[in-house]
């Protein structure tokens, strides 16, 4: 079986070029916090509708930025088909709606149903294409708007990096529960060893 492997093209703007979808998105959120990632996408939209005035933001701070969001639209296309495990399982207890951003109820327990509706509607050159219409659009002066859809894609996205967020935020409070035990762990066999051999 062929595997579908995708180059997220993340050494631009990252530094590092291996990297697993959940990782790409750690490293997306440690470059633009969700609300600024959200608020900068929002913006670019408005631009690019407005059509008349230019976005004030410094180009290559908007070119930084479509290169690092086209990365983790890639990394969410390869984590459509992902479950389990090797993405966190599906949260069964409802959170608190404040919490849930743009996502519906089951969105937020399952966070990768977004990308595998996202990606059922859109091919990825779609949203790809989409994205870079929006930074041409919001960085130059026009009397027309991009003649595809446009507020689909937008839509998905904002709820791409509300998905995002949350798959790292889970993954990362996972991680982090397991160094305490572990960390626990180490503490109590240095101050009694003999107790582990009764374990084993």
């Not at 579908?4 to 998105?25: H, Q």
């Amino acid at each position: 079986m062929k595997k579908n492997n995708i180059n997220f093209e993340s050494r631009f703007w990252s530094g590092r070029s291996k990297l697993s979808p959940v990782a790409l998105g750690d490293v997306f959120f440690q470059f633009h916090d969700l609300a600024t990632a959200k608020e900068r996408l929002n913006l670019m939209m408005q631009y690019t509708v407005q059509g008349k005035t230019r976005i004030p933001e410094d180009p290559s701070v908007v070119f930084h930025f479509h290169q690092s969001l086209r990365s983790l639209i890639r990394a969410g296309w390869c984590l459509r088909k992902k479950s389990g495990k090797w993405i966190g399982k599906a949260v069964p207890e409802t959170g608190n709606p404040l919490l849930y951003g743009s996502l519906s109820e089951e969105e937020y327990r399952d966070p990768v149903r977004v990308f595998r509706k996202a990606f059922k509607q859109y091919r990825l050159e779609e949203l790809e294409d989409f994205l870079s219409d929006l930074v041409y659009f919001s960085l130059g002066t026009f009397n027309h708007l991009p003649e595809r859809d446009i507020v689909g894609p937008y839509l998905h996205l904002i709820k791409m990096l509300d998905a995002a967020w949350l798959i790292v935020e889970r993954k990362n409070r996972k991680k982090s529960f397991f160094n305490l035990c572990h960390r626990k762990m180490r503490f109590i066999y240095r101050r009694n060893p003999e107790s582990f051999q009764t374990i084993l």
